[in-house]
Each structure stands twice: as structure tokens, then as C-alpha cells.
């Protein structure tokens, strides 16, 4: 069994006081951070889904990494719109972080894919990362995949977000049926659960380890729920088990 620690979007600043519509996300992250580990349940690798960082400072991810660098695992981080590829890469690419990177872990690879566009709030997988993640998994004696990436490859039923999704989700979709092995993909970008399959494939979404955006709404709106991260255990025969847990104050 591996297990999988999954966190997103925590949207730091470099003031430690920082706040996203009224969360301090800097407070917020660690007390998720303490939940996880005050458990019983330990995991052996974190997935960081992006949105490391919300106002585009290298200071912001130094925070980032003093935060989660007492988790002592390996953790495989992928950019999220509100990224800086070439700051985020000066963190993210030094042990024990990987950045858009790929791992084998028993029966089971793990790959991050960049997902973001330039000055998009909505992302885009280029054929490049797409053939990246082909030939990855085409090459892999793994008979189990998990994909991480920052955009929803599906429609939310949310408006405004579903015009800020991937916008070749039918395209990752098509890629990642065609290659056999991949069992779920997961991520974050909207700020609210989410669990479905398409094909066999599980889907799943993570809410942010701040604020929430409300399901189902037309316009921009945020919610009330709690920060939240999940576990996700991956098993030989390809199958996992996976709980989200909402981290109330207190
Ligand atoms: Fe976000």
C-alpha cells in the first residue's frame, strides 16, 4: 500500500499574515498540516496540486517550503495559475520536492503534468506534456497510474469556473483511456470536493487548504466550509481507498 497525502491551493504570501477573502492561509495551511499529523494515518509521498502562492513572491515560497518541509516525505508539486514557473521551480525542483516530475512506487507511478497557461486563469495541457505523459506511462513497467494536475478535466456545473477549466479536458480524458493504466487523476484549482469516473477513471478534486468556492454557483462565490486535505491509499491490484478530511477550528 502507498499513501498518498493530498493538499492544494494554499495560496501563501510573503506577509505571514496574508489573507484570500478573509482566511490567513499561512495559519490555515499549518493547521491542516497539524491534523494530518496528529493521526494515526501517515503517508509516504504528498501531492501538491498548485497554487502554492498567491502574490507572485519568492518569499511567499520559502514560506511554502519551511511549512511543509517537516512532513520528511517526498513531494510532488505541479503549478497552478497562480504560480511563477521560474520561482516556483527554485523550490519545487530541490529534494525533498519534484516538480512536474514522475515517480515508480511499487505498482504505482505517480506524474505531476503542467497544466498552466501564461497569463490564464484557465489551463491547457500542450501536446508536448500530453506526449510527455504517454511516453512516461508507455514506458513504465507499472501497472497502476495516478495523474496530478492543477486544472478540473471535467465541468464543474459551476458558470464562472467551468470557464476557467482545462480547456482540452476531452482531450487529457481520450489520452489517458487510451494508455490502459490509469486509475485516477487528481486535483485542484476549484476549491471544493469532487468525485466522480469517467470510463473507469476516478476524478477527484480537493478542496483548497483555505477558502472555498461555493458548488454549483453561477457567478464567483466562496463558501463557508472548513480548509481540507485527503488521504488517497493506493493498492496493488489498482484499487484505493480515499477520504476527504475537513479541518474544523478547533
Ligand atoms: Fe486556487
Known amino acids: 500500500m502507498i499513501r498518498i497525502l493530498h493538499v492544494t491551493d494554499p495560496h501563501l504570501f510573503a506577509d505571514p499574515d496574508g ?36 502574490d507572485d513572491s519568492a518569499e511567499a515560497y520559502d514560506r511554502f517550503r519551511d511549512l511543509l518541509l517537516p512532513l520528511k516525505m517526498r513531494m510532488h508539486c505541479v503549478p497552478g495559475n497562480h504560480d511563477v514557473r521560474e520561482l516556483m521551480r527554485k523550490i519545487c525542483c530541490v529534494p ?8 515508480e512506487i511499487g505498482d504505482w507511478l505517480l506524474i505531476g503534468l503542467d497544466s498552466c497557461v501564461s497569463g490564464d486563469p484557465g489551463g491547457l495541457l ?22 496530478c494536475l492543477h ?20 482531450e487529457f480524458l481520450q489520452c489517458v483511456q487510451s494508455l490502459g493504466k490509469v486509475r485516477l487523476a487528481v486535483f485542484g484549482h476549484v476549491h471544493q470536493p469532487y468525485d466522480a469516473a469517467r470510463d473507469g477513471i476516478r476524478i477527484l478534486a480537493t478542496p483548497s487548504t483555505c477558502r472555498q468556492f461555493l458548488p454549483g454557483s453561477e457567478k464567483f462565490a466562496v463558501d463557508d466550509r472548513p480548509p481540507a486535505y485527503r488521504r488517497i491509499t493506493l493498492k496493488s491490484d489498482g484499487s484505493f481507498d480515499t477520504e476527504l478530511v475537513w479541518v474544523d477550528a478547533d
Request: include cysteine; hydrophobic fraction near 35%; aromatic fraction near 6%.
Open 151 to 170: 486544472h478540473p478535466p471535467v465541468e464543474m456545473g459551476s458558470t464562472w469556473l467551468d470557464s476557467v477549466g482545462l480547456r482540452n479536458g476531452d
Open 126 to 147: 500542450t501536446t508536448e506534456e500530453l506526449e510527455r505523459l504517454s511516453d512516461t506511462v508507455s514506458r513504465s513497467d507499472a501497472n497502476h497510474v495516478m495523474v
Open 96 to 103: 525533498p520536492f519534484s516538480y512536474c516530475a514522475y515517480e
Open 19 to 54: 489573507s484570500l477573502r478573509g482566511t490567513a492561509t499561512q495559519a490555515s495551511l499549518q493547521r491542516v498540516l497539524d491534523h494530518y499529523r496528529a493521526g494515526d494515518w501517515q503517508a509516504d509521498r504528498a501531492v501538491i496540486t498548485g497554487d502554492l502562492i498567491q
